[in-house]
């Protein structure tokens, strides 16, 4: 089944405490983005990769690092996470983005 | 800065009726995506418009897409229970790559 994979689904975490939401897709797609969503501000976007080893910040990447080492996995890293980044993270991918993207399930993050 | 604007962002519509929601964006762009979410849910697509012009239709939904007025509209015919749920369009500039989202239009359908 063609999908984006997310994980972990939900995390709670102290403030500081390094972690990584993993993001896989199995759909050979080239564009691979990561968004959060918060109430009142909708979806913003984090990072984007067009392809391995291609990156590029989106509106909201302070705070974030993302790494495209191949091309089924776009990784979102939070070296030392705040309450402010407490949110509903999204992964999606796209093959060109004629065809729109496809998301993975969501990731429930709650820094604390 | 890109701004895409929908509208309405709340509604409440009596099933059997029809309505239209609106996606005002403020840059070039031949790219613009419909999608819905459900409570709790992820984001499902429901239209890829691609062209001035263009026009989908899939069951009670048709999407539209007006390249010069910036504007795409997404209308509802003949609701249903089951079309409650929040729509969102979204537009890739012409310039970029990145998926700038409207706020979303929270829509619930009732008896």
């Known amino acids: 089944e063609a999908q984006v994979t997310q994980n972990p689904r939900y995390l709670i975490t102290v403030t500081g405490k390094k972690l990584t939401v993993t993001c896989s897709q199995n759909m050979n797609h080239e564009y691979m983005s990561w968004y959060r969503q918060d109430p009142g501000l909708g979806l913003r976007q984090i990072y984007y990769?067009?392809?391995?080893?291609?990156?590029d910040k989106g509106d909201v990447p302070e705070g974030y690092k993302v790494s495209r080492k191949e091309k089924r996995n776009f990784p979102l890293i939070l070296e030392s996470p705040s309450p402010n980044q407490t949110s509903l993270y999204f992964c999606?991918?796209?093959?060109?983005?004629?065809?729109?993207?496809?998301f993975g399930s969501g990731t429930r993050l709650t820094v604390v | 800065e890109l701004k895409v604007e929908q509208n309405p962002l709340f509604l409440s519509m009596q099933e059997g009726k029809n309505y239209t929601i609106y996606c005002n964006y403020s840059?070039?762009?031949?790219?613009l995506y419909w999608y819905r979410q459900d409570p709790g849910k992820s984001l499902e697509s429901l239209f890829v418009?691609?062209?001035?012009?263009a026009v989908k239709q899939e069951g009670r939904l048709m999407a539209s897409l007006d390249t010069k007025a910036r504007l795409s509209t997404l209308h509802i015919t003949a609701a249903v229970h089951d079309l409650s749920a929040t729509y969102f369009c979204?537009?890739?500039?012409?310039?970029?790559?990145?998926?700038?989202f409207g706020k979303g239009t929270s829509l619930l359908v009732t008896p």
């Open positions: 990769s067009m392809n391995v080893e291609v990156t």
């Open positions: 999606a991918s796209s093959f060109q983005d004629s065809y729109g993207y496809t």
């Open positions: 840059t070039t762009s031949d790219r």
């Open positions: 418009l691609l062209s001035n012009g």
């Open positions: 979204a537009v890739v500039p012409n310039s970029g790559y990145a998926l700038n």
